[in-house]
């Protein structure tokens, strides 16, 4: 579906705004404004305002509220790739999961993002 994206500049930009669509859903389904969000939180841009393609971050995000920061990282490797931990930035907790494109690893993102969120909730 994406499989240009970092050849593909409008390939790119569509692939940002899907996992923005996809964040937005999830903080939808817990009644989580997204007004207590900034996304994207990791700069997307080198100092020349020219856009940084290169899927480190394809999406970030960090809660207004508790300093919690959730990333992507896609890669385009030729095998699948799902990698997910827990990280600090800052001092604050960060969700980060490395993976490549495909339907089964966008689901499990979105799990874990998802049980992320729940504890951003209870936080």
């Given at each position: 579906?994406?499989e240009?994206?970092?050849e593909?500049?409008?390939t790119?930009?569509a692939?940002?705004?899907?996992?923005?669509?996809?964040?937005c859903?999830?903080?939808?389904?817990?009644?989580?404004?997204?007004?207590?969000w900034?996304?994207?939180f990791y700069?997307t841009?080198?100092?020349n305002?020219?856009?940084?393609?290169d899927?480190?971050?394809?999406f970030?995000?960090?809660s207004k509220?508790?300093?919690?920061?959730v990333r992507i990282?896609?890669?385009?490797?030729?095998e699948?790739?799902?990698?997910?931990w827990?990280d600090t930035?800052?001092?604050?907790e960060?969700?980060?999961i490395?993976l490549?494109w495909?339907t089964?690893?966008?689901?499990?993102?979105?799990?874990?993002?998802d049980?992320w969120l729940?504890?951003?909730?209870?936080?």
């Open positions: 579906m994406f240009d994206y970092l593909n500049s409008k790119y930009l692939l940002e705004q899907y996992w923005i669509q996809l964040f859903s999830i903080c939808d389904e817990h009644k989580n404004s997204l007004d207590n900034i996304i994207p700069n841009c080198f100092s305002q020219e856009k940084d393609m899927g480190n971050s394809i970030s995000a960090k509220q508790t300093g919690r920061i990282i896609q890669t385009n490797c030729d699948e790739v799902l990698e997910v827990e930035f800052d001092g604050n960060e969700l980060v490395y490549t495909s089964k690893n966008v689901d499990k993102a979105r799990s874990f993002i049980d729940k504890k951003e909730i209870s936080c």
